[in-house]
Structure formats: structure tokens, C-alpha cells
């Protein structure tokens, strides 16, 4: 009898949210689209003498990705995607890099855009410090 009460209880608690809502309270979204984001490489540009042991990171929308890899993201037609480059090079004191780009979903063409993130990595430390090494983040986005 209590799972009866319970399940009747849970309804029309449901049942009167949605009844006494306002629809003027209720914000108005503009219609959402797919995008496949493909993180397609990170490459090694231009190194001055910075290091040669590297580790990278990127995102999507905040997740992380693979090299390779693709994810699905949703965006409103006024929405934007942002997406992100890290790079590290690792020694006794690490020196890093990273970068975030913006895309605005209306600029991507009908079929696809590739966007490249720049990270830029300084040396800290010794006799090249102030020099640096160039990564180029390669994405692919296209509406599903």
C-alpha cells in the first residue's frame, strides 16, 4: 500500500509543477543543432631550443578529447564551441603552454570548418629562457 501511495504521490506532485507553472517564467531557447567536433592532431610547429619531452591536452566544450577522436555537441543557432590546447614540456621545472579559441556556430561553412588552436610554449628557465616552441591544435567541426 506505501509504494501505491508513494508512486500516487510523486504524480501529482509532477502533475501539479507542471499545472501551476508560468509560462511567461519559462525562458524561450532558440532551436539546438548537433556539431561533430573531431580533434584531429596536435602538431609540433616550431621548437627554439625549448625541450623535446612533450605531453598535450585538449577539450572540447570542456571534455576532454583524444588525438583522433570525435564528440557530439549541442549548441543553439547563436551558440558558440570553445575549444581548448594545452601543452606541457616536462623537466625538473615544467614549462607549459595553453590557449582557447572560441567558435561562433554560425561561421561554420555547410560543409565543415577546420579550426586551429595556437599554443606557445616559453622557456623559463637557463640559457634559452625566453625562447619558444609553437603547437598548432587541429579541430574539425561539421553540423550533423
Do not use: C
Not at 567536433?37 to 625541450?51: I, M, P, W, Y
Request: charged letters at 20%; glycine letters at 6%.
Amino acid at each position: 500500500m506505501n509504494k501505491v501511495w508513494s508512486k500516487a504521490s510523486a504524480i501529482l506532485l509532477l502533475g501539479s509543477a507542471i499545472l501551476f507553472s508560468s509560462s511567461a517564467s519559462t525562458p524561450v531557447y532558440a532551436a539546438s543543432s548537433t556539431y561533430k567536433v573531431t580533434f584531429e592532431q596536435a602538431r609540433l610547429v616550431s621548437n627554439d631550443h625549448v625541450g623535446n619531452e612533450w605531453s598535450i591536452a585538449a577539450a572540447v566544450a570542456g571534455k576532454a578529447i583524444n588525438e583522433g577522436k570525435s564528440m557530439n555537441v549541442s549548441v543553439d543557432s547563436k551558440g558558440s564551441i570553445k575549444l581548448y590546447g594545452y601543452v606541457v614540456e616536462e623537466d625538473k621545472i615544467p614549462d607549459e603552454g595553453e590557449n582557447t579559441k572560441t567558435v561562433n556556430v554560425s561561421s561554420i561553412s555547410s560543409k565543415g570548418s577546420t579550426v586551429k588552436v595556437m599554443v606557445t610554449v616559453t622557456e623559463n628557465r637557463g640559457r634559452y629562457s625566453g625562447n619558444e616552441a609553437i603547437w598548432e591544435f587541429t579541430y574539425k567541426i561539421k553540423k550533423q
